[in-house]
Every structure is written in structure tokens, then in C-alpha cells.
Antibody, heavy 118, light 107 residues
């Protein structure tokens, strides 16, 4: 079946980097864009940006520019989110979500919890 | 950026009630809206796309309507499994933006 499976929870120190993976299966990976969404504890959903899985071109939401990198490994149908110089305010669950042809996000990963603590 | 103002932020309702949640966009966005249900500790699940199209497998008690700047999610005959938080999403322009969420609780 169509699914996105994300990597497990991460505990990082302030200033470190984290790389979250999102492995797709059940569909042609390069035919659908991939989005990243953040949810801080007890808060709502924030769109971080998306990556064109055909070209590899990323688009970052303005609030998230500077410390984010979206990347791909199309040989293993996987998208990645890397966040550098982690801060306490980066503590959140990070989701990958596939863009459906209508533009909404139809398939979501299970989420990856990133904790930043010294 | 397009703001999506969602209301109410929370509501209490009983099983069998009809519930209506509204999202207002800060500018016209055609019908470029989806609605999501999120249960505690889980990923969001798409209920509605293109403002009024029901996602396959979603019960028909869920419906969406609207275009332009005002959008509504209606749950007819609320069921115990519907107690969750609901979000709208606009994908008309970048950045895509979510409404603030509506928590539906048991009365």
C-alpha cells in the first residue's frame, strides 16, 4: 500500500544537527512532491516547505529559511529533512506529507519527534 | 501570506450532534482547501480535498463546502471516534497555511 515511513525519534544537544528520513513505498516516488510539516508540542501544524522529487528543487517557507535542507535519494525513494544549529524551539514532531495531484497532502508519514536538550 | 482563520478553536458536543467548523481565508483562494482530522499522537488524516470532495474511505457524515474565502467542514451525527482536532489547509499560494485547529471534545 501507499505509505511514508519516517525515521525514529531523535534526542540532540543544542547546536547539533539532525537528519530525518521519509521513505516512500507503493507509488512512483518522483511523480509526487513531498512536503515537510512541523508541529510543536501542543501546537498546530506549520508548513515548512516542499521538494520537487523529480528535479530535487526545494522551496522553503520564509519562517524556516537558513537552517533547513530538504534532499532526496531517489534510488531508495527517500526524502530527507536536515536541521542544523538546533535550538530549544526546534522541539517538535516533524511530518513528511505527499502532495496529491489536487494540491492537498494526501499521505502522511507517522511523524518524527525531535527533542533538543543539553 | 494567506491567513486561514479557523473557528471555533474548540467546541464541546454530544454524540449525534451536528458540528460545523469554519475557515476564513484572508484572500480568495478558489476551492484550494483541504480538511484534516488529527487524533492525539497521530499524523493528520485527509478528510476533504478541493473544498468539498470526500476522501475515499471517509464516512459520508463528513462534508465540506465553500469557495473563495469561506469554507466549512460539517460533521453530521457526531460519533465517538470523531472526537479529535480538525485543521483546514490552503494550497492556493505559497506558503501553504493551516488554520489554527478546532478541538472537538465530548460534552
Amino acid at each position: 500500500q501507499v505509505q511514508l515511513v519516517q525515521s525514529g525519534s531523535e534526542l540532540k544537544k543544542p547546536g547539533a544537527s539532525v537528519k530525518v528520513s521519509c521513505k516512500a513505498s507503493g507509488y512512483t516516488f518522483i511523480n509526487y512532491a513531498m512536503n515537510w510539516v512541523r508541529q510543536a508540542p501542543g501546537q498546530g501544524l506549520e508548513w515548512m516547505g516542499w521538494i520537487n522529487t523529480n528535479t530535487g528543487n526545494p522551496t522553503y517557507a520564509q519562517d524556516f529559511t537558513g537552517r533547513l535542507v530538504f534532499s532526496l535519494d531517489t534510488s531508495v525513494n527517500t526524502a530527507y529533512l536536515q536541521i542544523s544549529s538546533l535550538k530549544a524551539e526546534d522541539v517538535a514532531v516533524y511530518y513528511c506529507a505527499r502532495s496529491a495531484y489536487d494540491g492537498t497532502f494526501d499521505i502522511w508519514g507517522q511523524g518524527t519527534m525531535v527533542t533538543v536538550s543539553s | 501570506d494567506i491567513q486561514m482563520t479557523q473557528s471555533p478553536s474548540s467546541l464541546s458536543a454530544s454524540v449525534g450532534d451536528r458540528v460545523t467548523i469554519t475557515c476564513r481565508a484572508s484572500q480568495g483562494i478558489r476551492n484550494d482547501v483541504g480538511w484534516y482530522q488529527q487524533k492525539s499522537g497521530k499524523a493528520p488524516k485527509r478528510l476533504i480535498y478541493a473544498a468539498s470532495s470526500l476522501q475515499s474511505g471517509v464516512p459520508s457524515r463528513f462534508s465540506g463546502s465553500g469557495s473563495g474565502t469561506e469554507f466549512t467542514l460539517t460533521i453530521n451525527s457526531l460519533q465517538p471516534e470523531d472526537f479529535a482536532t480538525y485543521y483546514c489547509l490552503q494550497h492556493n499560494d505559497y506558503p501553504h497555511t493551516f488554520g489554527g485547529g478546532t478541538k472537538v471534545e465530548i460534552k
